[in-house]
């Protein structure tokens, strides 16, 4: 391949990055390097009350700005000031608002914050300029009446405010419109599924037919601080957006963008399924009831804040007489062994694209490995020599072949030198020296190629891993998700390059030559930013490749020594 044809399109890509960027930033987007530019005042984009006579279908999300008078039909249900109630497992720390009997804080205690790694990691929160929650609620009242919704004042139930045993069983309730709900959330010990019933009373003296609607709300300014790499490096699995599943239409992902465009793409109605908000290394997901039909939908609040619900009938429900609907609900890391357990498809959410074929396998030798070894540091190590030894012969095939070039350079400079400008000339005699030495100009990049989408899987699986977040490996190495501290793996990762590149045939353009110099520190450079368990991936794969590639080209001298004599 002509390596000057290869720097010209790097130089053309990134120049086309760069303008993207731009483009972004002027559209008033987040930028694709630093800081997520300011969110604007949110500012409503649409009436929600969308039924007749003014009563929503689901009701929408309120701020801690809102008022009853920018919420239509449910002055009633809106109390201040705003109280909340935390409860704390093992694992979680929950907090709920009494209006709504809303999940407005969830702490994940057994991950750190990247900003402060004293503190636990906060997915779940309602603050200024911030709103991420969970809500659910009943809908489907009659004209001029409303059933308790995530609006409503709610009453604490439960004394417990933190875990002693294997659960924590946490009751609210509300009154309204002839109709208790009673919501009761039940938290177990080391997990970080939460089962929600939502018992539903008849109080009045006529049959009611309510839905209940499960809810998810939040803002689209990026997540801060949860990748020390740029996002467009990350992969698929660095998604953050919307996302779906049902048995007929499979994995769907939606951006905000496509749903402030109204051009979101999923299924409106099924009857299994589940539907989440997917970020870098943790997610937020409701498992509505299986068999029991409900809609979907994904929409636009206002400006820069959008909610995914799904609404589910529960039919008649006869005076003095009550229905219970359970969901459950994950607010945690991305696990897939346990998303997997919780629901079909929902350990999707990691997302590998093309390559999950590959990749999954590659991630269940790298969580074997790690029950093995105990160290996420040392299990990189391995996985990446046992993958290495899986494509040896690939790789010596490679090796050899660049080993005859290089042998062979001398000759091929004097041919250079003696047709000078004459190409066609040049070309025959340089075929006929391969076919003679049984040279393939190719054999060095094939082999390369074959192994591309396994490498390319392993990247995938390492940029991935809520596993890797906050794990040490050695020395100065604390956490592998975020970027060496010190820089020590990035310019390990420059010197082997180098050192790979002078074990390869020198270029016979002195151009080219120098260009190639600069290479090690262009990738090096790249890696000042990627998390040192992805750089720790690489400086093993160029160690274990200049092993090799050292040992083989010696090898093929040795012989061509004896062959000789």
């Given at each position: 391949m002509d390596i000057r044809r290869t720097i010209l399109l790097m130089i053309f890509s990134f120049s086309l990055l760069l303008l993207w960027n731009n483009w972004q930033v002027?559209?008033?987007?987040?930028?694709?390097?630093?800081?997520?530019?300011?969110?604007?005042?949110?500012?409503?984009?649409?009436?929600?009350?969308?039924?007749?006579?003014?009563?929503?279908?689901?009701?929408?999300?309120?701020?801690?700005?809102?008022?009853?008078?920018?919420?239509?039909?449910?002055?009633?249900?809106?109390?201040?000031?705003?109280?909340?109630?935390?409860?704390?497992?093992d694992v979680l720390s929950l907090t709920f608002d009494l209006q709504g009997a809303q999940l407005i804080r969830t702490d994940l205690l057994a991950f750190p914050s990247v900003e402060d790694p004293s503190k636990p990691f906060t997915l779940l929160e309602r603050v200024a300029g911030r709103t991420y929650i969970v809500q659910s609620g009943l809908t489907g009242a009659p004209a001029g009446t409303l059933f308790p919704t995530h609006l409503a004042p709610f009453t604490l139930e439960t004394e417990a405010r933190e875990l002693t045993g294997e659960s924590l069983v946490i009751k609210f309730s509300s009154t309204s419109g002839e109709v208790k709900l009673t919501k009761t959330f039940t938290l177990k010990r080391s997990n970080y599924v939460v089962e929600v019933d939502h018992r539903i009373e008849n109080l009045s003296t006529q049959p009611v037919a309510p839905s209940v609607y499960l809810q998810i709300t939040r803002d689209g300014a990026d997540p801060?601080?949860?990748?020390?790499?740029?996002?467009?490096?990350?992969?698929?699995?660095?998604?953050?957006?919307?996302?779906?599943?049902?048995?007929?239409?499979?994995?769907?992902?939606v951006t905000f963008d496509e749903i402030e465009k109204r051009k979101a793409t999923h299924i409106k109605q099924a009857d299994n399924g589940w539907f989440a908000l997917i970020q870098h290394y943790f997610v937020t997901a409701w498992v509505p009831p299986q068999g029991k039909t409900r809609s979907y939908e994904m929409l636009a609040l206002e400006k820069n804040l959008y909610a995914l619900r799904s609404v589910e009938p529960v039919g008649a429900i006869a005076p003095n007489n009550s229905v219970s609907v359970v969901a459950r609900l994950w607010v945690g890391p991305q696990d897939q062994v346990a998303l997997e357990a919780l629901a079909p498809g929902l350990e999707l959410v990691v997302d590998y694209g093309l390559l999950t074929i590959i990749a999954k396998p590659v991630f269940a030798l790298m969580t074997w490995l790690f029950s093995l070894l105990g160290n996420w540091g040392w299990t990189i190590v391995a996985l990446t020599v046992l993958i290495k030894a899986a494509?040896?012969?690939?790789?010596?095939?490679?090796?050899?072949?660049?080993?005859?070039?290089?042998?062979?350079?001398?000759?091929?400079?004097?041919?250079?030198?003696?047709?000078?400008?004459?190409?066609?000339?040049?070309?025959t005699a340089m075929m006929e020296m391969y076919r003679t030495e049984k040279i393939n100009p190719l054999g060095g990049c094939l082999p390369i190629v074959i192994q591309i989408p396994v490498f390319i899987s392993l990247y995938y699986v390492l940029g991935s891993s809520v596993e890797l977040r906050g794990a040490p490996w050695i020395l100065w190495v604390h956490d592998l998700a975020v970027r060496d501290p010190y820089f020590?793996?990035?310019?390990?990762?420059?010197?082997?390059?180098?050192?790979?590149?002078?074990?390869?045939?020198?270029?016979?353009?002195?151009?080219?030559?120098?260009?190639?110099?600069?290479?090690?520190?262009?990738?090096?450079?790249?890696?000042?930013?990627f998390p040192a368990g992805l750089v720790l991936y690489w400086c093993v794969n160029n160690i274990l490749s200049i092993a090799q590639q050292w040992y083989i080209t010696k090898k093929m001298a040795d012989l061509a020594v004896v062959a000789n004599r």
């Open positions: 002027h559209q008033g987007n987040a930028p694709l390097f630093g800081a997520p530019t300011a969110v604007k005042p949110s500012t409503p984009i649409s009436d929600p009350a969308t039924a007749a006579g003014g009563v929503p279908v689901a009701p929408v999300a309120i701020t801690p700005t809102a008022t009853a008078s920018t919420v239509p039909g449910l002055a009633a249900q809106v109390t201040a000031p705003l109280q909340s109630v935390t409860f704390k497992t801060a601080g949860e990748s020390s790499a740029p996002s467009f490096l990350s992969g698929p699995a660095n998604f953050f957006g919307a996302a779906i599943y049902s048995e007929q239409e499979k994995f769907q992902k494509f040896y012969p690939l790789s010596a095939a490679s090796y050899r072949s660049m080993a005859k070039m290089k042998m062979v350079a001398p000759r091929l400079q004097a041919l250079k030198e003696k047709f000078g400008d004459d190409r066609q000339k040049l070309n020590i793996l990035p310019a390990i990762m420059m010197v082997t390059m180098f050192l790979q590149m002078r074990l390869n045939p020198t270029p016979p353009d002195p151009v080219q030559a120098k260009v190639m110099m600069f290479m090690p520190l262009i990738f090096g450079g790249m890696m000042f930013f």
